[in-house]
């Protein structure tokens, strides 16, 4: 959440630096800033309420150059979005600095330095950060060691980068809680909240620790550790993304992302030339740990949450593994009791959810016999921290909505209760059969796709709706749950998911001809039961839209519309029919002209608690 891109190069960086935020604008896009030190050793500030292109506009209305500088692109937690806001804050006309996290003593702070005499111009926490850096400055320390003596005063999160008129070539960088990375160059050097926006200018990354401070300039990069000691750390060479992060034909990432499900699922799945799943997809320290289990705890967030969820139906059915879920957010301040042999399964697309990486680092010693991390992105804070990993392989995803994330999550998570499924009695025989089954999802999802058109079609009917209701029983609840996330998340109506059987304990009280009742509702053991409960909803004049199979035996007739979705084994349908979800509230949200890829007040990582 929030974004930062910074540049110490011997060449003009301010197209560096809008290129960076274009790419990290997923984290956030409330206001965008950029301050620029230019060869006079002025300093040059654009800010803008909103999103990157009012930034860009401001910049080539009044071009501004420097081969020094910050940017920023805010997701607003202190004070409201608008220009005063807007990242980098500025001290004495000498420091700017950008913040991405929550500074938790501001207040005392801010009352500190106002007795000290500095005026805010900012109702945020992160403008604190530029008078500490400045007060420090202005008594005579390095850029560096003022910034170690500006941190030391804080609490809370933070990945931070400035600059100081007097020392035009450097920038400075602290993390701590937020991420934070080094883009390697040749005769010039960066920072950024993602490598992402970064890979225009280098492949070569140095990823910071916990406490890190950080002095780049166009040919040295010095290191400090928490202790403040001198530190090395190690470069990673990122190869080419196989998915680009550009958007190419397509009219939105979200759509592009959905298409690029098929090539994701295949690549994710990682399985044996005689169709079985190796430990070692998890780690190579994988089967030690993985022969201890005796329960799973999936903690997660969003919809890396309702992944966890689709995973307890199956390590239960199908690897006879007990397992809990829990949101991130409620697990990480509960007291716990834990089973014993419990293996923590933390699921993330980015790797950065604050709550998640708290969930990991406040459990207590012992708690766990293990740490399994289930994410998309490679060098992610979770993914340095935990045990074992597992990477899907979806490629940088973009849209705020998750889609093609979600659905390799699925894939990793049925690929754990195969391992752990054959460690409970799984013959090789039903492990052939679940492989087998996920390698036939690429060309499943792919036939899904191709009711794009038809759903497109439906989506007509919730363009004047304020309300719906998703409903499914087992293993599909949690989907239903998906689907109307994805749906209020872009298309701002009121979505909610009901276990179909829960119906009539409350929900169908909201039911009438006004209330859009999406059923997921595949050909399975509990599909006559959900067949009665959409009985309920037809006799109180609902309007259903069943996506089903043909084995389902639905058919359309008055108030009800079934959308036909192709016959799959049963243990991928959880996947294909998330895949048609996907595309209603794709469709629903582009035909309300909401900004698909940017939904309002969201953000892609959420870094802060
Ligand atoms: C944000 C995103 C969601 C995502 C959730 C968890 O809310 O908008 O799409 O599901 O964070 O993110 P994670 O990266 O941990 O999966």
């Known amino acids: 959440m929030c974004g930062i891109v910074a540049a110490a190069a011997r060449r003009e960086v301010s197209e560096i630096l809008l290129e960076g935020l274009r790419r990290l604008e997923y984290r956030g896009y409330d206001s965008a800033g950029m301050a620029l030190i230019d060869n006079d050793r002025h300093l040059l500030l654009h800010k803008k309420k909103g999103k990157v292109s009012e930034l860009e506009r401001a910049q080539a209305l009044d071009p501004y150059h420097g081969c020094t500088g910050i940017a920023h692109t805010r997701w607003a937690t202190h004070g409201e979005p608008s220009g005063a806001n807007s990242h980098p804050h500025i001290s004495g006309q000498r ?59 804080l609490e809370g999160a933070y990945a931070i980068a400035a600059v100081d008129t007097q020392h035009p070539e450097e920038v400075v960088g602290a993390r701590e809680g937020s991420p934070l990375v080094v883009g390697v160059g040749i005769g010039e050097n960066f920072l950024a909240s993602d490598q992402l926006a970064l890979r225009q200018v280098t492949d070569r990354f140095i990823y910071l620790e916990e406490g890190d401070l950080v002095l780049i300039s166009p040919s040295t990069i010095q290191i400090l550790d928490v202790d403040g000691r001198p530190a090395e750390r190690s470069k990673t060479r990122i190869e080419a993304a196989v998915e680009s992060a550009e958007l190419g034909d397509f009219d939105h990432y979200m759509i592009k992302e959905i298409y690029e499900q098929p090539r994701a699922l295949a690549a994710t799945l990682l399985c044996e030339p005689d169709h079985s799943i190796s430990d070692t997809a998890f780690g190579e320290r994988a089967a030690a740990i993985l022969d201890r289990v005796q329960t799973v705890q999936i903690v997660a967030c969003g919809t890396s949450y309702h992944a966890g969820m689709v995973a307890r139906y199956w390590l239960e059915e199908l690897a006879g593994m007990p397992c809990e879920v829990e949101v991130a957010s409620e697990f990480r301040y509960r007291k716990r009791v834990q089973h014993e042999g419990t293996l923590l399964v933390m699921i993330s697309q980015s790797g950065e959810t604050a709550d998640t990486l708290a969930a990991l680092r406040n459990r207590s010693e012992g708690e766990f016999i293990g740490s399994l991390v289930i994410a998309n992105v490679d060098n992610s804070s979770l993914v340095r921290e935990s045990d074992l990993v597992f990477l899907t392989r979806a490629g940088p995803e973009i849209g705020v909505a998750s ?28 492990e052939r059969a679940l492989v087998g089954a996920l390698q036939s999802l690429p060309d ?79 050909s399975d053991d509990l599909l006559e039961k959900l067949k009665s409960n959409l009985e309920e909803v037809r006799s109180r004049g609902g309007q259903l839209f069943v996506f089903a199979d043909i084995q389902s035996g639905f058919a359309n007739e008055p108030g009800i519309t079934v959308l036909p979705m192709p016959h799959c084994p049963e243990v991928i349908k959880p996947i294909i029919y998330t895949v048609a979800l996907q595309l209603l509230s794709y469709h629903v949200a582009l035909q309300k002209g909401t900004d698909v890829d940017k939904p309002r007040n969201l953000a892609k990582s959420v870094t802060v608690e």
């Open 95 to 153: 420091v700017a600095l950008v913040h991405n996290g929550i500074i938790e003593n501001h207040s005392a702070l801010r009352a500190e330095l106002q007795g000290a005499g500095y005026d805010f111009a900012s109702a945020t926490d992160s403008e604190v950060v530029a008078h500490l850096l400045h007060r420090e400055l202005e008594a005579g320390r390095s850029l560096l060691e003022a910034m170690r003596a500006a941190v030391a005063r």
């Open 403 to 430: 889609t093609k994330a979600f659905t390799t999550q699925l894939v990793a998570l049925l690929m754990l209760t195969i391992v752990l499924g054959r460690r409970r009695g799984m013959t090789a025989e039903r």
């Open 444 to 522: 499943h999802v792919q036939e899904t796709l191709m009711m794009d058109p038809a759903i497109e079609e439906l989506s007509g009917a919730f363009i004047p709706k304020r309300h719906a209701l998703f409903l499914g029983r087992g293993i599909h609840y949690p989907i239903a749950m998906e689907g109307a996330l994805k749906l209020k998340e872009i298309s701002y109506i009121h979505a909610e998911a009901y276990p179909a059987g829960e119906l009539k304990h409350g929900p169908l009280a909201l039911v009438d001809e006004d209330m859009p009742v999406v059923a997921v509702a595949p």
